[in-house]
């Protein structure tokens, strides 16, 4: 079956580095890949999306890349601020037997110190 | 309401106890799915409704849990005889459709403890 791989947490990072959080899939045909994005005590919102190969989805300066050749899709941001700190989710929606099937990945804790 | 509405926020009840979850999806979409997190772990699928119907159960852990939605709206997830791995966050998330590719919007979610 579909499943999507994260980069294990926390990360902790202090603030304006640099961050990678890498994510990686497993698919029959071609997902659309999501980020999504829980911040502390808050449900999850979305980041950003990429429905096709090569296509970059980008939102509050996160950016990631569908790579359909390394089957990656990971999140970077050049500069990272305290108010990033959450947990983020990798995750796929394919066609399944119902209807859209989505899959989360298991979400990678960052934390950004001043 | 702009976003989906979950309710209660929290719930803490008894081991053996019934509790009912309920779920107001973004007005107009028809997909709407019921995932659980637990403490420190990603998202489980539970089951979507495409409408009123479940086509999809296959997430459901066991045969005290059961869902059911009504006027392609409002829907509750229903634990019976809660055990304490129950103990979770529970969120619900519609979508415009079911498409591939639609953007699922999450509710705050509801946090039960059971003791």
């Known amino acids: 079956g579909d499943s999507v791989t994260q980069m294990e947490g926390p990360v902790t990072l202090s603030e304006e580095a640099f961050l990678t959080i890498n994510c990686t899939y497993t698919?029959?045909?071609?997902?659309?890949l999501f980020w999504y994005v829980q911040y502390p005590g808050e449900g999850l919102q979305l980041l950003l999306k990429?429905?096709?190969?090569?296509d970059k989805g980008s939102n509050k300066g996160f950016e990631a890349t569908y790579r359909k050749e390394t089957t990656s899709f990971h999140l970077e941001k050049g500069s990272v601020q305290v108010s990033d700190s959450a947990v983020y989710f990798c995750?796929?929606?394919?066609?399944?037997?119902?209807?859209?099937?989505?899959?989360f990945g298991p979400g990678t804790r960052l934390s950004v110190l001043p | 309401g702009a976003g989906v509405s979950q309710s209660p926020s929290n719930k803490v009840t008894e081991k053996g106890k019934d509790v009912e979850l309920r779920c107001d999806p973004i007005?107009?979409?028809?997909?709407l799915y019921w995932y659980r997190q637990s403490l420190g772990q990603g998202l489980e699928f539970l089951i979507y409704?495409?409408?009123?119907?479940?086509?999809?159960k296959s997430g459901l852990p066991s045969d005290r849990f059961s869902a059911e939605r009504t006027g392609g709206s409002v829907s509750t997830l229903t634990i019976q005889r809660t055990q304490q791995e129950d103990s979770a966050v529970y969120l619900c998330?519609?979508?415009?459709?079911?498409?591939?590719?639609?953007?699922?919007?999450f509710g705050p979610g509801t946090r039960l403890l059971v003791l």
């Open positions: 698919a029959t045909g071609y997902p659309s």
């Open positions: 995750a796929l929606s394919s066609s399944g037997n119902y209807g859209q099937n989505f899959v």
């Open positions: 409704f495409q409408g009123n119907s479940a086509p999809d």
């Open positions: 990429a429905t096709k190969a090569d």
């Open positions: 998330a519609s979508s415009l459709g079911a498409a591939e590719g639609e953007t699922q919007y």
């Open positions: 007005s107009g979409h028809t997909a």
